[in-house]
């Protein structure tokens, strides 16, 4: 790496791929540390700075190369089985760094040699170095045997044929193949060990069987819709389990439900737009429940949707020869190698390392949008956040503000995705009203009024914005049959106000 890249990771927090220290540290930390990086996606030890606050110290000339010198000593000592690694001096505003430099391991799981594979091997969480779990350990070594998780046996696992009716109708009816035993062992979803066959982790996370809430009790999709920016107050919230590849769709919906639809007039037709670019965060989606590690135990898949963002976090971070600076770029490292051609074949993914791309794509559409990709500790996190709203001096909010691509014209609502918090004006009972579907027609009819804009834009658009009132037929919001009903928030309040 040059010189200009150190000086931009000096400025940079420590993560999952960084570490500083101010002077060698006493007993094994840097062996610690150059382990963690080794099982996990490399990194680098930059001696000579102080974390907190972040501080270039130095080290002097004389003592640079003596510091190089006992560091590679202690690592080639300590650390079993021996780690790749370069140890340089760097120059950063005239004071010395010393760079040790640690690549990804091939013959994990790496571990201090005194305390011995079981106990002694190290992993990188975030910007913490800690213990490997037996799990850990275990997932260390399917990655050294290039052996994905999916695609172990489940020996303690017996599946029917009914199990699999889900996916098998799915399947047959996007490939249009034929479905039978011999057809599963080609798709992978079964193996042979001594003569039997077994089901593999990928057949269990795709049937229908109870044998799923056994094995994997959190390969599951946790949604919420929050109040406000953090996660206090619950507004909604729902579990998605089941057959992995039939979770996008509930998903979806449930997001549907908890973010605005809002519109704008055209050219010549009235357009309809949702808060969020629903085809970047289904592609978002996909990607957590094809790419997350199952092998994780006590962390699920979550949905969050605030009033500022919506935030979706898989569990296991990035693959280990991926950087975030890679994403986008059509670069792919596949995690569950039985589980992702079948994802293909379903056509639910389009191709190797174009979900990232897809995504940024789609906000071309939502210039209002930022898309931000975290590695988060163990997990990694995808969030679509509104850029906060600049307010143009001498410029009234609302309806006097000039129109933009996302936001209503002067003849509309006032900025449409903002959630309500006002209540509705008199009629209260327009709740009550639509425990039935009802038409437009009919809802003007009961509200005793003539104009479909001022009731949609009064009356409507705010119960729809809490919650209230949905759609029947949410994908198609102009659609001729299209009816309101109250939903189970609706019916609440109006419990709550009886």
Same mark, same amino acid.
């Given at each position: =790496?040059?010189?200009?890249?150190?000086?931009?990771?000096?400025?940079?927090?420590?993560?999952?791929?960084?570490?500083? %220290?101010?002077?060698?540290?006493?007993?094994?930390?840097?062996?610690?540390?150059?382990?963690?990086?080794?099982?996990?996606?490399?990194?680098?030890?930059?001696?000579?700075?102080?974390?907190?606050?972040?501080?270039?110290?130095?080290?002097?000339?004389?003592?640079?190369?003596?510091?190089?010198?006992?560091?590679?000593?202690?690592?080639?000592?300590?650390?079993?089985?021996?780690?790749?690694?370069?140890?340089?001096?760097?120059?950063?505003?005239?004071?010395?760094?010393?760079?040790?430099?640690?690549?990804?391991?091939?013959? %994990?799981?790496?571990?201090?040699?005194?305390?011995?594979?079981?106990?002694?091997?190290?992993?990188?969480?975030?910007?913490?170095?800690?213990?490997?779990?037996?799990?850990?350990?275990?997932?260390?070594?399917?990655?050294?045997?290039?052996?994905?998780?999916?695609?172990?046996?489940?020996?303690?696992?017996?599946?029917?044929?009914?199990?699999?009716?889900?996916?098998?109708?799915?399947?047959?009816?996007?490939?249009?193949?034929?479905?039978?035993?011999?057809?599963?062992?080609?798709?992978?979803?079964?193996?042979?060990?001594?003569?039997?066959?077994? &089901?593999?982790?990928?057949?269990?996370?795709?049937?229908?069987?109870?044998?799923?809430?056994?094995?994997?009790?959190?390969?599951?999709?946790?949604?919420?819709?929050? %109040?406000?920016?953090?996660?206090?107050?619950?507004?909604?919230?729902?579990?998605?389990?089941?057959?992995? &590849?039939?979770?996008?769709?509930?998903?979806?919906?449930?997001?549907? %439900?908890?973010?605005?639809?809002?519109?704008?007039?055209?050219?010549?037709?009235?357009?309809?737009?949702?808060?969020?670019?629903?085809?970047?965060? +289904?592609?978002?989606?996909?990607?957590?429940?094809? &790419?997350?590690?199952?092998?994780?135990?006590?962390?699920?898949?979550?949905?969050?949707?605030?009033?500022?963002?919506?935030?979706?976090?898989?569990?296991?971070?990035?693959?280990?020869?991926?950087?975030?600076?890679?994403?986008?770029?059509? +670069?792919?490292?596949?995690?569950?190698?039985?589980?992702?051609?079948?994802?293909?074949?379903?056509?639910?993914?389009?191709?190797?390392?174009?979900?990232?791309?897809? =995504?940024?794509?789609?906000?071309?559409?939502?210039?209002?949008?930022?898309?931000?990709?975290?590695?988060?500790?163990?997990?990694?996190?995808?969030?679509?956040?509104?850029? #906060?709203?600049?307010?143009?001096?001498?410029?009234?909010?609302?309806?006097?503000?000039? #129109?933009?691509? &996302? +936001?209503?014209?002067?003849?509309?609502?006032?900025?449409?995705?903002?959630?309500?918090?006002?209540?509705?004006?008199?009629?209260?009972?327009?709740?009550?009203?639509?425990?039935?579907?009802?038409?437009?027609?009919?809802?003007?009819?009961? =509200?005793?009024? *003539?104009?479909?804009?001022?009731?949609?834009?009064?009356?409507? +658009? #705010?119960?729809?914005?809490?919650?209230?009132?949905? =759609?029947?037929?949410?994908?198609? #919001?102009?659609?001729?049959?299209? *009816?309101?009903?109250?939903?189970?928030?609706?019916?609440?309040?109006?419990?709550?106000?009886?």
């Amino acid at each position: =790496m040059s010189s200009t890249d150190n000086t931009t990771l000096v400025q940079q927090p420590e993560s999952r791929r960084l570490e500083f %220290k101010e002077k060698f540290p006493q007993g094994n930390q840097i062996a610690k540390t150059a382990i963690a990086f080794a099982n996990g996606a490399g990194g680098k030890i930059i001696l000579g700075v102080c974390n907190n606050p972040r501080k270039i110290i130095g080290i002097s000339d004389s003592d640079v190369f003596q510091l190089e010198e006992r560091i590679t000593s202690h690592i080639f000592s300590e650390c079993s089985p021996a780690i790749a690694f370069e140890c340089y001096i760097q120059s950063i505003k005239g004071k010395n760094l010393l760079v040790v430099e640690i690549f990804p391991g091939s013959n %994990k799981p790496y571990f201090l040699t005194k305390e011995g594979k079981a106990t002694g091997a190290y992993i990188r969480i975030g910007s913490s170095t800690r213990k490997a779990s037996p799990a850990m350990l275990d997932e260390l070594e399917r990655q050294n045997r290039r052996i994905s998780f999916d695609t172990l046996p489940a020996y303690d696992v017996h599946l029917e044929e009914n199990d699999f009716l889900s996916f098998k109708t799915d399947y047959v009816k996007v490939t249009d193949r034929a479905f039978g035993k011999e057809f599963r062992r080609k798709l992978g979803l079964t193996c042979t060990e001594a003569g039997r066959t077994y &089901h593999v982790n990928a057949a269990v996370l795709l049937s229908d069987s109870p044998e799923i809430k056994r094995l994997f009790p959190y390969a599951k999709i946790e949604c919420a819709r929050f %109040k406000g920016t953090d996660t206090s107050n619950f507004i909604d919230q729902a579990t998605i389990s089941g057959p992995i &590849h039939c979770s996008v769709e509930p998903c979806i919906a449930f997001i549907k %439900k908890n973010i605005a639809l809002g519109s704008r007039i055209g050219e010549v037709y009235r357009q309809d737009s949702w808060e969020y670019p629903l085809s970047a965060i +289904r592609e978002a989606i996909i990607n957590a429940i094809i &790419h997350r590690d199952y092998s994780i135990t006590g962390s699920d898949i979550k949905v969050a949707i605030f009033d500022d963002m919506l935030e979706i976090t898989s569990p296991g971070p990035l693959p280990d020869t991926l950087s975030p600076e890679e994403l986008g770029s059509g +670069r792919s490292e596949i995690r569950n190698r039985t589980l992702a051609p079948i994802f293909k074949d379903l056509k639910l993914i389009e191709g190797w390392g174009t979900g990232i791309k897809k =995504m940024r794509t789609s906000l071309d559409d939502y210039p209002q949008i930022d898309l931000v990709l975290n590695e988060l500790g163990y997990a990694f996190q995808v969030q679509f956040k509104k850029k #906060p709203i600049k307010k143009k001096t001498g410029v009234k909010s609302g309806t006097d503000q000039a #129109p933009t691509k &996302h +936001r209503p014209s002067t003849d509309q609502a006032p900025i449409k995705h903002r959630t309500s918090t006002g209540q509705v004006p008199d009629k209260s009972n327009l709740l009550d009203f639509c425990r039935q579907p009802r038409s437009i027609k009919e809802l003007l009819a009961f =509200m005793q009024l *003539k104009h479909r804009r001022t009731f949609v834009v009064n009356y409507l +658009r #705010p119960l729809m914005n809490e919650g209230l009132i949905a =759609m029947t037929i949410p994908d198609k #919001p102009t659609d001729e049959k299209q *009816k309101y009903l109250i939903t189970s928030k609706g019916q609440a309040k109006i419990n709550k106000q009886k």
